[in-house]
T-cell receptor
Framework: TQLLEQSPQFLSIQEGENLTVYCNSS?????LQWYRQEPGEGPVLLVT?????EVKKLKRLTFQFGDARKDSSLHITAAQPGDTGLYLC?????????FGQGTTLQVKP | DSGVTQTPKHLITATGQRVTLRCSPR?????VYWYQQSLDQGLQFLIQ???????AKGNILERFSAQQFPDLHSELNLSSLELGDSALYFC????????????FGEGSRLTVL
């Protein structure tokens, strides 16, 4: 059983479409991070959310932390081929930083 | 470039063998983390060191061991290798333990034949 459940697992969309990916848990976290991983590379941090209900924007990416700090979402507006990659959420649990299984996003031109 | 260096990038070996993966953290980072990434298991936390001492342990097999040296570089030793050990092994570093951003290396791809 994954502590962090991400959905969907795979997403293939056309350039210009909007999308939302989710990261859910039954546990409460003090903070949650989102990373993006491209083929052949390690994950790179996109954002850290700390406060319940917090919304952070990074250009066309909008991140939200749930009010109860158990879940988070990532919304991408007008997706571009450069957004293609594996999106991972991560949170600290019993002294370890654990990751969800990830959402693989493919944006077709 | 994250500043974290991992060697080797690729490694092909046979079952039963032993390999050592090496990681140099970013300059100034005291914490080193090891993760295993496979298609079916995702990114799994193995172990974390902070300034030479083990800080947290995940689902690391007894056949695997790691250490962090005084110069802060770290090594992950994998022994009695099995086919299922084939995976990408990532090292990450951070300034402190579990605070802020983890910086990942490009990974070492291990193939066990």
């Amino acid at each position: 059983t994954q502590l962090l459940e991400q959905s969907p697992q795979f997403l293939s969309i056309q350039e210009g479409e909007n999308l939302t990916v989710y990261c859910n848990s039954s546990s409460v976290f003090s903070s949650l991070q989102w990373y993006r991983q491209e083929p052949g590379e390690g994950p790179v941090l996109l954002v850290t959310v700390v406060t319940g209900g917090e919304v952070k924007k990074l250009k066309r990416l909008t991140f939200q932390f749930g009010d109860a700090r158990k879940d988070s979402s990532l919304h991408i507006t007008a997706a571009q081929p450069g957004d293609t990659g594996l999106y991972l959420c991560a949170a600290s649990n019993t002294g370890k930083l654990i990751f969800g299984q990830g959402t693989t996003l493919q944006v077709k031109p | 470039d994250s500043g974290v260096t991992q060697t080797p990038k690729h490694l092909i070996t046979a079952t039963g063998q032993r390999v050592t993966l090496r990681c140099s953290p970013r300059s100034g980072d005291l914490s080193v983390y090891w993760y295993q990434q496979s298609l079916d298991q995702g990114l799994q936390f193995l172990i974390q060191y902070y300034n030479g001492e083990e800080r947290a342990k995940g689902n690391i097999l007894e056949r695997f061991s790691a250490q962090q040296f005084p110069d802060l570089h770290s090594e992950l030793n994998l022994s009695s290798l099995e086919l299922g050990d084939s995976a990408l092994y990532f090292c990450a570093s951070s300034v402190r333990t579990l605070s802020g951003e983890l910086f990942f290396g490009e990974g070492s791809r291990l193939t066990v034949l």
